[in-house]
């Protein structure tokens, strides 16, 4: 199947998932192209993406962060960034929930993260190897912008959260959450914990693309405080709509914006590249 040309991705998490993102606010500028696109690659089958535009800007987003039963999030998260590589996207938005490390934070509060502390086991997931990763700035600044300026504009239209501008988000593998001994050790030095970030943002550098996320806190971490699943699941089914709004909105201020950011420079040729010509040969 042709995988169609586009200049964002959006990769959906459990904050859109049950707004059927962005099928709600189709109409005026956000239009509907294809649905139910599944391609072929080195890594399998990808997720269902669709392929719709904001304005000029085209768009390819897939549910859940692509994962699936059946498929380990290593290869879900290559098959769709060995899509948005060939798709040619440049901009990559993010969104997810996150559990608190940081006592000061509560639930729905959003956090655009600055940095990150990856303690997952994924680490050497990609797509060739071919390229050294600077992770300076692995979330792009004036990404983290957009999505700082947007969110601040749904808050003074009267959605009620608290919005922090940086953050340190711990990576963990799951699907099960953090113990509250892991919680403890990740004090002092993260503010938010998910499952999702690594080894997205390695695959976003390694492609060549600008990626940050847009979290907001749905659970203490253990050993915090209480907290419930149901104010999990209110939080994922009523506050989707103005996540969709916030991610939608900073597609709209991105493509109209030359990129002057230095992600794509932090990508470098690798000094082992006459070893991964040799194993591409043999492979």
């Not at 060549?208 to 050993?223: K, R």
């Not at 915090?224 to 597609?251: C, K, Q």
């Amino acid at each position: 199947m042709y995988i169609p040309k586009a200049d964002f991705a959006v990769i959906g998490g459990s904050g859109t998932l049950s707004s059927d993102f962005p099928a709600h606010f189709y109409g005026d500028d956000v239009a509907l192209i294809d649905d139910g696109l599944v391609f072929d690659t080195p890594y399998g089958k990808s997720p269902a993406m669709r392929h719709f535009k904001v304005g000029a800007a085209h768009v390819l987003t897939c549910r859940m962060h692509g994962w699936r039963s059946g498929v380990t999030r290593a290869d879900a998260s290559r098959q769709i960034f060995h899509i948005f590589r060939e798709a040619g996207v440049r901009r990559i938005l993010a969104e997810g929930g996150v559990g608190t490390i940081n006592p000061l934070l509560d639930p729905r509060d959003i956090v655009i993260p600055d940095d990150y502390l990856d303690q997952s086991c994924r680490k050497d997931v990609m797509l060739d190897g071919r390229y050294l990763l600077v992770m300076r700035d692995a979330l792009c600044p004036e990404m983290r912008k957009a999505l700082l300026e947007n969110a601040r504009k749904h808050a003074r239209d009267g959605f009620d959260a608290r919005i922090f501008d940086r953050g340190t988000y711990a990576v963990t593998d799951g699907r099960h959450f953090e113990s509250p001994a892991e919680i403890r050790m990740l004090q002092g030095h993260s503010d938010i914990v998910g499952q999702s970030l690594a080894p997205e943002v390695y695959l976003a550098r390694e492609i060549g693309a600008c990626y940050a996320t847009l979290n907001y806190v749905v659970n203490y971490g253990e050993g915090i405080r209480p907290w419930s699943h149901e104010t999990m699941s209110d939080i994922f089914y009523n506050d989707a709509d103005i996540i969709g709004r916030i991610l939608l909105d900073t597609v709209r201020t991105l493509a109209g914006a030359d990129k002057a950011c230095a992600c794509e420079s932090l990508r470098k040729e690798t000094l082992l590249k006459d070893v991964y010509s040799e194993s591409s040969d043999k492979g």
